[in-house]
Every structure is written in C-alpha cells, then in structure tokens.
C-alpha cells in the first residue's frame, strides 16, 4: 500500500495542479469581464476594426447575393456589380511577385546558410508530410462516402461564353479589402447556377470535399501544431483569422500572402526569418487542400464513369495528386488545370472535369483557407523547430526587418500579457 501511494502522488499532484491552474486562470478571467470598461470595448473594436468589417463583409455579401439572384441579371450586369472585387484580387495580385522575392531576399540575408538549409529542409519535410496525408484524407473520404454513385445523366453541361467589352476595365479605384471581398462573394453567388437544378451526386460531392477539408483543417493541422509546440493551436489559428477570411474571398493563397505576413508577424509573433523564408515557398509549393480535392474529384469522376479503381490506380492517383498540387500555380481555380494531370494518368476522360465546374468556385476557397492555414501553421511549427538556431543569431534580428513603430496589431483571441497595460502595445514576445 505504502508504494501504491507513492505511485499515486506524482499523478494526484498533477491533477491538483492542473485544478488549480483553471480556477486561476478562470478567477482571472471573471475578473477582467467584471473590470471591462466602454473605453476597453473602444479599443477591441479599434484594434480588431479590420477583421470585424472582413467578417462583415463575407456575410453581406451572402446576403446581398441570394438577394440579387430573383432578378436574374445579365452576364455583362454581373461583371460590373463584381468588379470591385475583380479590382482588389488585380490588386493583391500585382504585390505577389514584388512581395515574393525581397521577402525571400531579406529572409535568407538574416539567416547563414547552415541555418537557412535546416529550415529548408523542415520545411519540405512538414509540406510533404501533411500534403500525403491531406491526398489519403480525399481518397479515404471519397472512397467511404461514394458520391459519384448514380447515373451521370444527372449532370447537365451548360458552356456560357461571351466576349469581354473594353468597358469591362473602366471602372475606379477600391481602397479597402473587405469591400472587394463583398463583391466577390455576392457577385459569385449571383453568377451560379441554380442549386436546386443540381444533382444528387454532385450535392453529395460537395458534401464529401467539404468533411475531407475539415478534417484535414480542424483535426489534422491544429494536432500536428499541438502534437510539436505545445500550445495551444486555436489560439494561433485565431491571430491569422484576417488571413483565413481574405483567402475565402478572394480564393487565392498568393494574393493573401501580404495579410498572411501580416498576421503571423504581429499577431503570433513568428520571428520574421521564419515568415519571409517559409511562407513565400509554402504559397508556391504547399498546397493541401488542393491535393485533397483533386484526389478526391479523380476517384469521383471515376466512380461516376462507373470505373472501378484498383490499388494501382489508387496509388497513382496519390503520387499524381500530390506532384500536380506541388506544381498548381496559387490563383483561382488552379487545381482544375492540374487535375488534367491527374485524370490522364489513370485514362479517366478529360471532358468530366466539366461536370464539377459547377461547385468548384464555392469549394475553391474552401480548398484555399485549407492551403493558407496550412502555411501558417508550418511557418509556426518551422519556428519552433528552428529556435536553437534562431537563438544563436542577434534574436532582435528577427523583429527588426520593416518594422512600423506605432503599428497597433489587432488580437481576436487572448494571448500572454495582452491585458498587462503596463506593457507596450507592440512588444512581440521573443520565441
């Protein structure tokens, strides 16, 4: 009994411990609720003004959206209502290239190149780890669910093509993200074709994308981040938000890489050698959510053609899935262009890609906040992987590049320190 005891200390200690530590933790938390002010609420909705507006802005523009499609408007009135949008993804656009090599330059430059070859090699590591898994999740899923059973004489081809006028591009300037973003979705929702006409199987083939990327999303990445870092992986998902929300509107990972940077920098305070040696590789490279769902729409377009896939077949689709998603280019609707790869390497037709051209706008930036949270996490995880090495160096070298004096970062979720007020807004916690 004596040494049952003993055995049973170290473990009730822990859970005495742990007891205590929510009790703080939440005696702390009441405290503060009970201690906030209207000048509190002033300076929350201040600092988080850019992402309340963004979230704003995707709701509206749902709304706005469903509330234009009765007044079925013409393919030329679409293209106007959604131009401000079309004006922002030109915009974000135009900074990507710039943006991609000094961020590499400046990020190399504060690294010698020992360091920089770990990181590298870590980094290629976590991309093709999780781009392996995300294909098994697609095929996994696909194969369970089996959407494509039926007939695929569900399936209605209609090929709209007109030609763009010169007027197209004379329309103003558009300052601020989440009013393009508002026209993009609302201008995309007007523009699809009638949901009620779809088909069983391509409702159950959206069904079937959308479980693939939450799972890869939600349980996946946020494991692997705790599984490495130990922290708390919501809490880092919920500094880069801004970024997650911009690649839903605008459906490109290359376009949110300045929010990306952004986000990661201010917010979670990852050391700026990581962000701008990672991140610009990841946006290129790293593409989960696209290996997933074109892994995913191979074995559906098979299952449609009633093609029965064997291991071979399966294997090769992976293998496919995971260099076209490596190769697809971060703009919109990229993974279409590549999935042509995929399907000819197995002998599935071509011409099918048509039949999920329908849903591929709405599940394409569902794909694209999968690939930008993926980025984001690896650059996280890179990080604190690489913190021996970044240690070594000047670590003020790592918050030093570009920096804004007075920048006020916007903190959605809690983290360390953010309500001691004695402590400067844009102090960054050294890793």
Known sequence: MPQSNGENTPSQSRVRQIREGIQSRSLKAKKKVENITAEDMKLFFHRNAFVIFTVAAVIIGIILGFSLRPYKMSYREVRYFSFPGELLMRMLQMLVLPLLVSSLITGMAALDSRASGKMGLRAVVYYTTTTIIAVFIGIMVVLIIHPGKGSKDEFTKQEKIEQV???????DLIRYAPIGILFLIAGKIVEMDDITAMGSQLGMYTVTVVIGLMIHAILVLPTLYFVITRKNPFVFIGGILQALITALGTS???????????????????????????????????????????????????????????????????????????????????????????????????????????????????????????????????????????????????????????????????????YDKEKPLDTETKM
């Open 165 to 171: 006028s010169p007027a197209d591009a004379f329309l």
């Open 252 to 418: 490109s990972s290359s376009a949110t890489l300045p929010i990306t940077f952004k986000c990661l920098e201010e917010n979670n305070q990852v050391d700026k050698r990581v962000t701008r040696f990672v991140l610009p590789v990841g946006a290129t490279i790293n593409m989960d959510g696209t290996a997933l769902y074109e892994a995913l729409a191979a074995i559906f377009i098979a299952q449609v053609n009633n093609m029965d896939m064997n291991f071979g077949q399966i294997l090769t689709i992976s293998i496919t899935a995971t260099a076209a998603s490596i190769g697809a280019a971060g703009i919109p609707q990229a993974g279409l262009v590549t999935m042509v790869i995929v399907l000819t390497s197995v002998g599935l037709p071509t011409d099918d890609i048509s039949l999920i051209i329908a849903v591929d706008w709405f599940l394409d930036r569902l794909r694209t906040v999968t690939n930008v949270l993926g980025d984001s996490i690896g650059a996280g995880i890179v990080e604190h992987l690489s913190r021996n090495e970044l240690k070594q160096k000047d670590p003020e070298v790592g918050h030093s590049v570009v920096e804004e004096v007075d920048k006020k970062p916007y903190q959605l979720i809690s983290q360390e320190n953010e």
